[in-house]
């Protein structure tokens, strides 16, 4: 009778340890690629080097960058009809997809791509960026291309807000 008991008891303590482990947590998760998009305006400056001297920078351009959910932990970043007046007419500029990542501050993010760029061709591209929790995004992109036979960089600096 108490092997019986006995037996019974720890079938009832083995039955509460498993019942007490289940993980009762019933938080929310986050799309934090839909929560970043939407449309950001603010002003960019912009580089370009020949053969690492710089020819032209413009700065506080008015701009407005476009950012839509890719994927899981994805955006796709747009920014369109880009050009610097005549002389340097590039059309839309996409990114996609772009890893994203959340940070203490927001969502960083980042792409490395090749991009075929209007009037230039296939050019080596690197972003990184962060939107903060207050709908703040920041961006540098680094744009590498060759010319005429002349390599290029085309530096990209970004600051702007969820409009």
Known sequence: MKKKLFSLCMFACVLVAFTACKDDKNEPTTDIAAEA???????MDVNVSVAGQNIMSV?????????SKSGTNALKLEIRNFSLGEALNIGTITLDPCA?????NGYDFTANQTLTLQGIGDCPTNLTGNIDKRGNIYL?????????????SITVEFGGSKS
């Open 59 to 67: 700065f506080d351009l008015p701009q407005q960058v476009y950012v």
């Open 37 to 43: 998009a939407g449309t950001y305006a603010g002003k």
């Open 100 to 104: 994203m990542s959340e940070s203490g």
């Open 140 to 152: 540098d992109i680094n744009v590498t291309a060759t010319v005429g036979g002349m390599p290029q």
